[in-house]
């Protein structure tokens, strides 16, 4: 049976795909914020994985399939913040402000945590990218010089992280005004922050989708520039 689960070309995608609508039922049944099913599918998989003994490099080549679909999905985000493209005109300023003011402190806060836990360099520069998109942050840390898969690690971490925490933080700090919410998810916790700012609204949604976009480039941009501080 073991062999026949390695061998096969589908394994990965039909068993990542089976443990997130899994993950789904158990988030909507027990209603609680730690059950993100991104983390409890991530869990479920690893263990499954360990339990087998099914070698990651397996899994990963037999869930291609999700990771080509990754940079489609990122782009599709778009369709809500076409929607509301008036009230982007509108506030457009604030919105650039507000993201570029996120990403500089993203960016910012890693480089002095770095130092003060006295990383590598390379680690460092892996962690920069952790609140963009994965499809961006992983050729971000690979022409950097980061390490890809801590990398992943780290945005999918802060992306969790992030849909978890978002609402409480929200009440905590009085957060009420739907553009703020959308730009502090999209810009701190990229897609999966993304997802989170559409169940709040549909401005929510676009504010954060455009903010994935932005928080990227100027990313893309800013990384390098701190990466030739750190040389």
């Known amino acids: 049976m073991k062999e026949a689960i390695i061998n096969s070309n589908y394994f990965g995608l039909i068993l990542s795909i089976f443990l997130f609508v899994?993950?789904?039922?158990?988030k909507s049944k027990l209603r609680l914020a730690i059950l993100n099913p991104l983390l409890v599918s991530t869990i479920m998989c690893i263990a499954i994985l360990v339990f087998l003994d099914i070698p990651y490099d397996t899994y990963k080549s037999s869930a291609g399939m999700l990771n080509f679909l990754l940079t489609p999905a990122t782009v599709c985000l778009a369709i809500p913040m076409y929607k509301q493209l008036r009230?982007?005109?509108?506030?457009?300023?604030?919105?650039i402000a507000a993201i570029s003011a996120g990403t500089c402190c993203s960016l910012l806060s890693i480089f002095i945590?770095?130092?003060l836990f006295r990383l590598s360099n390379e680690h460092i520069v892996t962690l920069l990218p952790k609140s963009i998109t994965t499809a961006i942050g992983m050729?971000?840390?690979e022409e950097a010089g980061g390490i890809v898969t801590l990398t992943v690690a780290g945005i999918i971490v802060t992306g969790i992280l992030g849909n978890?925490?978002?609402?409480?933080?929200?009440?905590?700090?009085?957060i009420t005004h739907p553009i703020a919410k959308g730009l502090a998810l999209g810009t701190s916790a990229h897609a999966v922050g993304t997802a989170k700012a559409l169940e709040l609204g549909e401005i929510e949604g676009a504010m954060s989708s455009l903010s994935i976009c932005v928080a990227g480039i100027l990313t893309v941009i800013l990384v390098p520039f701190v990466n030739s501080i750190l040389v």
């Open 113 to 115: 945590m770095g130092k």
């Open 22 to 26: 899994l993950a789904l039922k158990i």
């Open 164 to 174: 978890m925490m978002a609402e409480s933080i929200f009440k905590l700090f009085h």
């Open 87 to 95: 009230l982007l005109k509108e506030n457009l300023l604030a919105v």
């Open 139 to 141: 050729g971000v840390s």
